[in-house]
Every structure is written in structure tokens, then in C-alpha cells.
């Protein structure tokens, strides 16, 4: 009863904080977050949960949440802008007709299919699956579908 009810879109997306809690209700959500060495339940789960570490972590703020958008460009990137520096998350809507997307890039990155079936490289995506490419490794993707791609900020 004190978290705020957000429905979000399809592609749409929420940027939160450290020490803000979440939960998913329903639906496909793609969360990436920050180096970190902790999660902590709030509670809802059978697992154990770390009261005093949590009432110490939390931020108690009242705010409304930020609804993302992600930004087109040029090469049919969608980026995610938020404002961390630690990582970088867009999408790429792969349209049916065989379109190949160059996807390389000197830091490593992992690739995530959502939707559809996407290949990257050798690699057969569907739903789900997702694959590591290393820093500098070629990564060229095509199919018909929905990639998101998470990168360190260059």
C-alpha cells in the first residue's frame, strides 16, 4: 500500500534508485541494475527478510514515477536514458524482411530476446534466451523480433 501503482506500455520503462523498493504484478519487465552486493526482500515471500537492514536501506520518499521512453536513433537503436553511468540498456524491434544490424562494440554486452526470433551470430534466440558477446567480439543480429541489448556506458 505505499509503493505507487504504475502500469507501464510495451517498451516503456521506470528508472529506480538504490534503496527503492519494487515488485512486478504481472507481465514481461527486463530489470537491469548497477554493481551491487545486496537485494532485499520487503516482504511477500516465504524468504527470509532483514527488517532492521531493510529500515536502514530504504528510501522513505513520496514522488511520482518517472516513465521512460526510449529514444530512436539513426541506426535503429532505442536507447533507455537514464541517469546512471553504470550501464546502458536499449531495444531493438527487428522488422520482418531480413534487415542485419551491425552490433558491435569495443566493451562486452549481453543480448536479450524478448519476442520473436533473432539471431546473433551463431546463435538462435528466442523469448528468453539471451547471449554474452564479449568486448570487440562481431556481433551482427537479423530475424524478426525484439532484442534488448545492456552495455557499459562507453
Request: proline letters at 7%.
Amino acid at each position: 500500500m505505499l509503493l505507487n501503482h504504475v502500469r507501464l506500455q510495451p517498451g516503456e520503462a521506470l528508472y529506480l534508485g538504490a534503496g527503492v523498493p519494487h515488485a512486478y504484478l504481472s507481465g514481461l519487465g527486463v530489470e537491469i541494475m548497477a554493481n551491487s552486493d545486496n537485494v532485499l526482500r520487503c516482504g511477500l515471500t516465504p524468504k527470509h527478510v532483514d527488517v532492521p537492514e531493510l529500515l536502514r536501506i530504504v528510501r522513505f520518499e513520496a514522488g511520482d514515477p518517472s516513465v521512460l521512453r526510449p529514444e530512436a536513433t539513426p541506426d535503429g537503436e532505442e536507447v533507455y536514458d537514464t541517469p546512471t553511468d553504470e550501464f546502458r540498456l536499449s531495444r531493438y524491434v527487428l522488422p520482418a524482411g531480413g534487415a542485419i544490424y551491425d552490433l558491435t562494440r569495443e566493451s562486452p554486452q549481453i543480448l536479450l530476446c524478448t519476442a520473436g526470433t533473432v539471431r546473433a551470430g551463431e546463435h538462435e534466440l528466442t523469448p528468453g534466451q539471451s547471449v554474452f558477446v564479449a568486448a570487440g567480439e562481431k556481433a551482427e543480429v537479423s530475424g524478426t523480433g525484439t532484442l534488448f541489448r545492456a552495455t557499459v556506458v562507453a
